[in-house]
């Protein structure tokens, strides 16, 4: 993409209404424009990084047998009396009358929604375990809507479902979504930690949220440091096999970790005091088991191997796919703007042109751009006729982890420099070695990450 061309609306002023970075930050760089309190619209490049998440936590799900589609974000109430939940949800469910007169809902989770779909259609234990998930766009009408994207009223959330034939089964659907949630994060650069919780309005017993640790995180959360050395790295894991998941989850639900409504102070001052650790952090998903709370009510059922009819186990699971984009700003930038870790970035490399019209610089910056782009990548080309430190300024702002500054006087002698964001460390090298470092980086990301889903249309929505 050419700078010139896109629509990138950047604010020199630091936005008044915006408390924390990520909110300022995500409106200097105009990835979102508030449409109304808590409701945003999302401009091009916010659009951009909010799609990457997005198709990480597609593959991811997909690579953990689980199955995409898509429900309305408008249901019917009637759904919601069956599962005695349209009075208990209160004033967050934003409740509308059709022209009939019909009581309808935008939907803030799709229990009731997802469980009509199974009753309607399987009725033998043979059709499972399933499970079942969309990525869609949720209401809550939070009484303070807050930090931009991080509490909106209208926010973007990953929901999957799991149906199975009893507890045993359940659990290694829950243990599932966990190791493949760890994966998901993972993937992104970001650390998020499960911690025990509490279920809330979705009900059950058994239930984790995953943390990203930020000092501007709404929740007060207690952990054993020992839980930041973990990560599951490249580890084939093979999704079927119950022992092995179960694993993966005791290895990460053995430290003590948990939220300040689970927290248990008998417990935590057992760990060595240099390891006890307390501080904020930013919920970007949740997990639930809560057996038959929806299947007994709203007649979920299948027959058994012994002929009995019986409710399903259900368990629900959610990833915060519009939160993340403000947690993944909160945990990576600095005084200048954002820092982009390489899994999520809207454009892989900047290209600076530094003398915009010099026949020579606007060569090297095509022919840069022409190289990057046949290894697959998307670069940001500044082309604008600013100066050298408008176009720095900018591309800090915005935060791509990697830049490569092309002028007369590099040129002459045969080389660009290329620029980590992170570091803010310089190197000159020949245009040819810049791309080839550049997509040596990026390899582990631009790789398929489920063969046949680099072959699937997802790849095209950008
Ligand atoms: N049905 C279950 C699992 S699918 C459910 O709704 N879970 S939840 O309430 O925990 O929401 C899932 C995730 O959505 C949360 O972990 C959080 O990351 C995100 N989320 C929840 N409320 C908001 C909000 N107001 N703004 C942005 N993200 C939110």
Redesign the pocket.
């Known amino acids: 993409m050419r700078l010139s061309r896109y629509f990138l609306p950047v604010l020199k002023e630091t936005p008044s209404e915006a408390q924390i970075a990520s909110h300022r930050l995500m409106l200097r760089a105009g990835m979102i424009k508030q449409a109304s309190a808590?409701i945003y619209s999302w401009l091009p490049m916010g659009f951009k990084v909010l799609k990457r998440i997005e198709q990480i936590v597609h593959e991811e799900q997909i690579r953990a047998g689980h199955i995409p589609m898509l429900m309305p974000t408008l249901q019917s109430a009637d759904l919601w009396r069956e599962s005695g939940r349209y009075d208990d949800y209160g004033e967050e469910m934003l409740r509308i009358k059709d022209r009939h007169g019909r009581d309808m809902l935008y939907g803030?989770?799709?229990?009731e929604l997802i469980t009509d779909i199974f009753r309607a259609h399987v009725g033998s234990y043979k059709d499972l375990p399933l499970t079942l998930?969309h990525i869609q766009w949720?209401f809550?009408d939070?009484i303070r809507?807050r930090f931009g994207?991080?509490?909106?009223?209208?926010?973007?959330?990953?929901?999957?479902?799991n149906f199975d034939i009893d507890h045993d089964a359940a659990i290694h659907a829950y243990n599932r979504h966990m190791v493949s949630y760890l994966r998901t994060y993972e993937r992104m650069g970001l650390k998020a930690i499960p911690m025990r919780a509490d279920s809330?309005?979705?009900g059950g017993e058994d239930t984790h949220?995953?943390l990203v640790l930020a000092d501007t995180g709404e929740s007060e959360v207690f952990y054993d440091s020992a839980i930041l050395d973990l990560t599951l790295g490249d580890r084939a894991v093979n999704y079927d096999d119950r022992a092995e998941c179960a694993a993966i989850v005791r290895e990460w639900t053995t430290p003590y970790a948990r939220t300040d409504e689970t927290h248990d102070a008998a417990i935590y001052d057992q760990i060595p005091e240099a390891r006890r650790k307390s501080s904020r952090g930013?919920?970007?998903?949740?997990?639930?088991y809560f057996g038959t709370k929806y299947s007994e009510p709203m007649g979920a059922v299948v027959t058994n191997d012994k002929g009995e009819r019986v409710p399903v186990h259900m368990g629900?699971?959610?990833?915060?796919?519009?939160?993340?984009v403000?947690?993944l700003i909160e945990a990576n930038h600095d005084e200048n703007g954002i820092i982009w870790p390489e899994g999520v970035t809207p454009f892989h490399c900047g290209i600076v042109n530094l003398k915009q019209g010099d026949a020579e610089v606007d060569a090297a910056c095509a022919g840069l751009y022409k190289a990057l782009a046949e290894k697959g990548l998307e670069p940001l080309y500044d082309d604008r006729e600013e100066r050298a430190g408008a176009k720095f300024a900018t591309m800090d702002l915005i935060g791509l982890p990697w830049r490569i500054t092309v002028g007369p006087r590099g040129l002459k002698s045969g080389v660009v420099e290329l620029t980590c964001r992170r570091t803010g460390t310089s190197e000159e090298m020949s245009p040819e070695a810049a791309v080839a470092r550049v997509a040596e980086i990026y390899a582990p990301h631009t790789a398929p990450h489920w063969e046949p889903m680099a072959k699937s249309s997802f790849h095209t929505w950008l």
């Not at 699971?317 to 519009?322: D, F, L, Q, T």
């Open positions: 808590g803030p989770t799709n229990e998930y949720k809550r939070e809507p994207v991080m509490r909106g009223r209208e926010f973007y959330m990953k929901d999957g479902y809330g309005p979705i949220e995953f930013i919920e970007v998903g949740q997990i639930f629900s699971h959610g990833i915060g796919v519009s939160r993340l403000g947690a």
